[in-house]
């Protein structure tokens, strides 16, 4: 019902950046907010960063200052500009989006992307 594609991910050195995008895309009435996370083999799927339709943003401790989430509302898509990258971001980067699925949907919606590699060597 709403598909979420992502896309960027890749092999940089340290140091480096990349751009990661994730637009989506089916049958929804709104989207309240998109994200993105990240999980690493073995490890628990953590919060990267997040915005609100209204842009408001939220980040990992300890991504500020090195990542930029932004969205395109007319195009349904979110963006994370990850700079400055460290061997300890490499992850699969899942984007995550909420929302109504309807008018005065009550329940709403909470759909993932398939996730994106994004490794960074040293």
């Known amino acids: 019902q709403v598909h979420l594609v992502e896309s960027g991910g890749g092999l940089v050195q340290a140091g480096g950046s990349l751009r990661l995008s994730c637009a989506a895309s089916g049958s929804f009435f709104s989207i309240i907010a998109m994200g993105w996370y990240r999980q690493a083999p073995g490890k628990q799927r953590e919060l990267v960063a997040t915005?609100?339709?209204?842009?408001?943003?939220n980040y990992a401790d300890s991504v500020k200052g090195r990542f930029t989430i932004s969205s395109d509302n007319n195009k349904n898509t979110v963006y994370l500009q990850m700079n400055s990258l460290k061997p300890e971001d490499t992850a699969v980067y899942y984007c995550?989006?909420?929302?109504?699925?309807?008018?005065?949907?009550?329940?709403?919606?909470?759909?993932w992307g398939q996730g994106t590699q994004v490794t960074v060597s040293s």
């Open positions: 915005v609100t339709s209204g842009g408001s943003t």
């Open positions: 995550n989006a909420g929302g109504q699925r309807y008018r005065n949907d009550r329940y709403g919606y909470d759909y």
